[in-house]
C-alpha cells in the first residue's frame, strides 16, 4: 500500500515568491492534516481536513497561507507571499477515522522549504 | 494553552543500556497521548496511543505508560536501529512536544 505521498521534496525560493506544496494521503483516508515543522521542534499543526471539510484552521495564518482540499482527496497548501521565516518543513498525514476519535496518523516524508 | 514537554532534549545510550523518556502534559480534555518515531529527513510514525491513566502498551524493546499527568516511554535494553527522535502528542489540539533525540552506540 502506497503511503503519503508530497511533492516537492525540496523547494528553494526568495522571498515573496509564492510556493505551493501538493500531498496525496493514503486511499481511503478521509481526514488529512498539513503541519509545519522547524528545526528541532515537534510539528504544529496548520489545518486539518474531514473529506473537502476545514475542521480546524485555527492555527494557519489566513494572510498569506491558503489550502485546499478539492474532492476530498488531493490537497494544496499555498503560501503568498513566502517570508524568511516561513523556511521548514511541511509535513502531510492522514488518517482513517475521523481526528476526534484520536486515530493513527500517517506522515508523508514532508517538503523542505528554503526562502532566501 | 496545551502545553507538552519532553524530557531530556537528548539521551545518549550504550547498546543494551534501558532507560526511559518523559512527556509531561497540560492538556485541557485530554482525549489520548500519542508517541511517534522520527528518523532524520521523514515524517514522524506513529508508535502507540494511550487513552486513559494506568494504560500500557507495548512494541518490541519499547513500552509506553500514561499517567495522569506525564507519559513515559521506556526502552529495555535499546540496540543502534533505535536511534531517532521520539515525539509525544497530546490530543485535544493535536499539540506536539519538542522531541528527545536518542542515540544508541554498538
Known amino acids: 500500500e502506497a503511503g503519503v505521498v508530497q511533492s516537492p521534496r525540496y523547494k528553494i525560493i526568495e522571498k515573496k515568491q509564492p510556493v505551493a506544496f501538493w500531498c496525496n494521503p493514503i486511499s481511503g483516508h478521509n481526514t488529512l492534516y498539513w503541519y509545519l515543522q522547524n528545526l528541532g521542534q515537534g510539528p504544529e499543526l496548520l489545518i486539518r481536513?474531514?473529506?473537502?471539510?476545514?475542521?480546524?484552521d485555527s492555527q494557519l495564518p489566513k494572510d498569506r497561507f491558503s489550502a485546499e482540499r478539492l474532492k476530498g482527496v488531493d490537497s494544496t497548501l499555498k503560501i503568498q507571499p513566502a517570508e524568511l521565516g516561513d523556511s521548514a518543513v511541511y509535513l502531510c498525514a492522514s488518517s482513517l477515522l475521523p481526528g476526534q476519535l484520536n486515530n493513527e496518523q500517517f506522515f508523508g516524508p514532508g517538503t523542505r522549504l528554503t526562502v532566501l | 494553552e496545551d502545553q507538552v514537554t519532553q524530557s531530556p532534549e537528548a539521551l545518549r545510550l550504550q547498546e543494551g543500556e534501558s532507560s526511559s523518556l518523559n512527556c509531561s502534559y497540560t492538556?485541557?480534555?485530554?482525549?489520548?497521548l500519542f508517541w511517534y518515531r522520527q528518523d532524520p529527513g521523514k515524517g514522524p510514525e506513529f508508535l502507540f496511543t494511550l487513552y486513559s491513566a494506568g494504560e500500557e502498551k507495548e512494541k518490541e524493546r519499547l513500552k509506553a505508560t500514561l499517567t495522569k499527568k506525564e507519559s513515559f516511554l521506556h526502552i529495555t535494553a535499546p540496540k543502534p536501529e533505535d536511534s531517532a527522535t521520539y515525539l509525544c502528542a497530546g490530543y485535544s489540539t493535536l499539540t506536539f512536544g519538542k522531541g528527545t533525540m536518542l542515540l544508541v552506540s554498538p
Open positions: 492538556v485541557s480534555g485530554l482525549r489520548g
Open positions: 481536513y474531514e473529506n473537502e471539510e476545514a475542521v480546524d
